[in-house]
């Protein structure tokens, strides 16, 4: 499968975005989905994860409350909403998949990443 992230941008603190990943190719509305970031310097960390019929979501702890993962199976789309976004928000946020049940650990495919800045 192919993933296309976009939707990123510059916003200011307790400012909102959505961010959209597109997936073509291998049968999308199998995959269980993930949202990951890296901010500078830092490495990549898990932000959110969704299971193939949405019935699953999953947070890392930071963004609990104020992100919320979702898909449209229809349009081969996952969405990431970010609200009340931090100065520490900023990073390359990445989509990805797997083919499994384990939201965790190594996903499969990836794409490129958007970038957000969140500014004081």
């Known amino acids: 499968v192919q993933l296309q992230a976009s939707g990123g941008g510059l916003v200011q603190v307790g400012g909102s975005l959505r961010l959209s990943c597109a997936a073509s190719?291998?049968?999308?509305?199998?995959?269980?989905m993930g949202w990951f970031r890296q901010a500078p310097g830092k490495e990549r960390e898990f932000v959110a994860a969704i299971t193939w019929d949405g019935g699953s979501t999953y947070y890392v702890d930071s963004v609990k409350e104020r992100f919320t993962i979702s898909r449209d199976n229809a349009k081969n789309t996952m969405y990431l909403q970010m609200n009340s976004l931090r100065p520490e928000d900023t990073a390359i946020y990445y989509c990805?998949?797997?083919?499994?049940?384990?939201?965790?650990?190594?996903?499969?495919?990836w794409g490129r990443g958007t970038l957000v800045t969140v500014s004081s």
């Open positions: 990805a998949a797997k083919y499994g049940n384990y939201p965790f650990g190594a996903y499969d495919y």
């Open positions: 190719g291998r049968t999308f509305s199998n995959a269980l």
